[in-house]
């Protein structure tokens, strides 16, 4: 079976507003799926990060417990991702990087909002190794991108800060699928998004 084939799109020059991939994300934004083995055989897309690893966890039987109580402990944990962690890192970063100076209350608000889910993160991981609970899972998956970037995003002392947090981004770090797909990353960057001459 042929491996997965990945199709950059830039958004830092509009083009996840092209018609074509509208068609496939309608929100416009990335990242989108499209599993020519989808369900009875046919192809399904799929947008929202957080959507994507829940198909993938159900279609493989990994990574998400089967026990309910445990599969839900692990999806109310991804949502925290989904419904805090993304968006709040999301408008911190657009205002400390990319908005017009005189966002001052914006800069706060989002700033206040990131220190608070990073703080209950780093409870959670004083007590659990894994963020969705005793196995690494989807709730790890999708929150691992924010969190190792927190150096980046939110500097020295916030690293220092939230010890548990970074001692787990860096075991995920350390996992032989994830060095390789943030090589990945490092490449499609570097031929094609603004991002780190923002
Ligand atoms: N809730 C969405 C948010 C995705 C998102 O905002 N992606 C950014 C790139 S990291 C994007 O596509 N931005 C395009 C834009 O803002 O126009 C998800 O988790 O998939």
Redesign the pocket.
């Known amino acids: 079976m042929a491996g997965p084939t990945l199709q950059p799109v830039d958004?830092f020059t509009g083009k996840?507003f092209d018609a074509q991939f509208l068609k496939l994300g309608p929100?416009?934004?990335?990242?989108v799926i499209t599993d020519s083995d989808g369900p009875g055989g046919k192809s399904l897309t799929l947008?929202?990060?957080?959507a994507i690893p829940l198909y993938l966890a159900e279609k493989t039987g990994k990574l998400l417990p089967k026990e309910v109580a445990a599969k839900y402990e692990a999806i109310e944990w991804m949502m925290v991702q989904?419904t805090t962690l993304?968006p709040m890192f999301?408008q911190h970063a657009h205002f400390m990087r990319f908005a017009p100076k005189g966002n001052d209350y914006s800069q706060s608000r989002y700033t206040t909002q990131v220190h608070r889910v990073l703080e209950v993160m780093d409870q959670r991981l004083s007590q659990k190794s894994w963020l969705g609970g005793a196995e690494y899972g989807i709730a790890d998956i999708a929150s691992f991108p924010w969190a190792r970037n927190i150096p980046a995003l939110l500097g020295a002392p916030a690293a220092e800060k939230y010890k548990n947090v970074m001692r787990w981004a860096g075991v995920i770090d350390q996992g032989r699928a994830v060095k390789k797909a943030l090589a990945t990353v490092d490449d499609v960057r570097a031929k094609t998004t603004q991002f780190d001459k923002a």
């Open positions: 958004v996840q929100m416009a934004t990335v990242p947008f929202e990060s957080d989904m993304g999301g």
